[in-house]
């Protein structure tokens, strides 16, 4: 996976100036939780995670304590629903572009896969009447993310109910990745694992409060035959979580109100930036995004995408997400706006403008 080799944190933070390939919010130094941790003692914990944390979870998704599995990052989840229901003679139906594990495992699964392919010229939106089409051959798993990451596109809740029935109607799974759910721009509609039992939602701490280091997500979905497969998994591959890492997330959770309030007044800043840097470009073209902290434009001119790259990175010291990083062509490419400070993505957004046109 390109996208893990070149990562920010595989080039050094101190390599880059204006980090806007990041897909997440800026990240949370510790001492600003005022956390004490001297009183947790660190023993195996609960198996499908720390209770607490676990109630508070489900009550804020109107669920129960029982629905919910954490675990160590919505990468996990999603790995361990992979693993626990695709293998070579199963059928997997999922979006592209997409964050990289919700692809990669299963082609280690050898799963049969087709894509659901996310087009600029429909604004990024899931095509449901192809959905549908491609849902008549009854695929094990559907896959799908809202938020989108890449793109920021967003399901509203009518065509959220329509992908549920859809794959309820024709006997397979859905797996909806949630993890920018909190950085929708309007309401987002119901947790979809609290729409059916077929359904499973995959979420963390990391993309939208900005935890990516205590490595904490959860598994949420109302099946106890699927919940019961999604532990022996876990209980295969970790036991149990971090005792450190569920603490300092229900402390965060306890006290989010607190805690999220100034991560949102930056987002919005930082986009109102970006969205009047897009609408003034000469060299960018873009679909707006409807949530997340990402979005997916296109360079209009044509140029040697592979030197605009190193240019950027090796003259400029800024980094995007290359469009390789979602097997999309070069001329794409993700734009992260939650992580840099104001001036950082100002100046990154110049120095992608001012390569481009040394290259025309």
């Not at 849902?135 to 596109?153: A, D």
Request: include cysteine.
């Amino acid at each position: 996976m390109p996208i893990e080799a070149e990562s920010p944190e595989e080039l050094g933070y101190g390599n880059i100036e204006c980090n806007l390939a990041e897909s997440s919010v800026t990240d949370t130094n510790f001492k600003d939780l005022d956390f004490n941790i001297k009183d947790i003692t660190l023993c195996y914990g609960d198996h499908k995670g720390l209770p607490a944390l676990r109630e508070l979870i489900a009550a804020d998704y109107g669920l129960q304590p029982e629905h919910i599995i954490l675990v160590p990052g919505a990468a996990a989840g999603l790995f361990i629903v992979a693993t626990s229901l695709l293998n070579k003679n199963s059928q997997l139906l999922v979006e592209r572009p997409n964050y990289a594990t919700n692809i990669e495992t299963p082609r280690l699964l050898e799963c049969e896969i087709n894509f659901i392919d996310l087009h600029f010229e429909t604004q990024y939106k899931l095509d449901l009447y192809r959905l549908s089409t491609m849902v008549k051959s009854m695929p094990s798993l559907i896959s799908i993310t809202t938020p989108h990451n890449p793109t920021g596109s967003v399901l509203t809740e009518e065509e959220l109910m329509e992908v549920v029935e859809l794959s309820r109607r024709h006997g397979s799974y859905l797996l909806v990745d949630e993890t920018y759910r909190e950085l929708s721009f309007n309401n987002p509609p119901p947790l979809a694992a609290s729409i059916s039992d077929n359904v499973i939602s995959v979420s963390s701490v990391s993309k939208a409060y900005g935890l990516p280091g205590i490595r904490m997500g959860w598994i949420a979905c109302k099946n106890k035959h699927l919940l019961e497969t999604f532990l022996a998994a876990k209980e295969q591959i970790f036991i149990c979580n971090s005792l450190l890492d569920e603490h300092v997330a229900l402390h965060y959770l306890q006290h989010k109100q607190q805690f999220f309030a100034p991560i949102k007044q930056h987002i919005n800043n930082n986009f109102k930036v970006l969205e009047e840097h897009m609408n003034s470009s000469k060299n960018l073209e873009w679909v707006k995004p409807q949530g997340g902290v990402v979005c997916y434009p296109r360079i209009i001119p044509s140029i040697d995408y592979k030197v605009f790259y190193k240019e950027l990175y090796h003259k400029h010291k800024t980094l995007v997400g290359a469009g390789h990083w979602f097997e999309t062509s070069q001329k794409y490419m993700r734009i992260g706006f939650g992580w840099p400070t104001k001036e950082a993505l100002q100046q990154g957004l110049h120095h992608i403008e001012a390569t481009i046109d040394g290259l025309k």
